[in-house]
């Protein structure tokens, strides 16, 4: 009885301690920043960046299991992505007659611009979440302005071909 009594209170013990982290992970809205960096270390969320806004880290940390879960997915590249770009897309093989195992990415970078890290950074992400055997036709970004000087930069590789073609609606804004 006493062996048995002992088993059950460990069992107890580690079950109480795995219900304060699920209480941690339902409460992620109202932590602080420092302990949402914690769990974003703890959790292994490789797509974290300590400089996003507080909102941006913890929509992260709430999609990080399904996206560890998910990995080399569409839904893994195209979550990463619209945790902080709202609207990334990715449009597979299938979808826009390209050749199998290709897919292409569209990303609204709102009226912030796109300078070199931030194109870096949406290559890297989708490289490390997008499955090996598939391979990337294409990266659109679409800037989102109203009235403002736009700098737009792109990063290919040697021996690719890089084609800009602005659009524009004349309805009052630029697109």
Known sequence: MLALGRLIAEELHISAWEAE??????????????????LAY??????????????????????SIMVHQKLGTKYAV????QDVYRTAKVVEWFEYGGRPYTFKVTVNIGNGG???DTSREIVEKMQFYKNLRSHCDGISYILSVEKATVKAAALHRVGTTLKVNPAATV???VR
């Open 78 to 81: 195209e979550t990463v992505l």
């Open 114 to 116: 796109l300078d070199e």
């Open 21 to 38: 982290k699920n209480v941690i992970y339902a409460n992620i809205d109202s932590l602080t920043e420092t302990w949402v960096e914690v």
């Open 171 to 173: 309805t009052g804004a």
């Open 42 to 63: 703890d959790l292994h969320v490789d797509w974290y960046d300590y400089d996003y806004p507080i909102e941006i880290k913890r929509k992260i940390i709430k999609n």
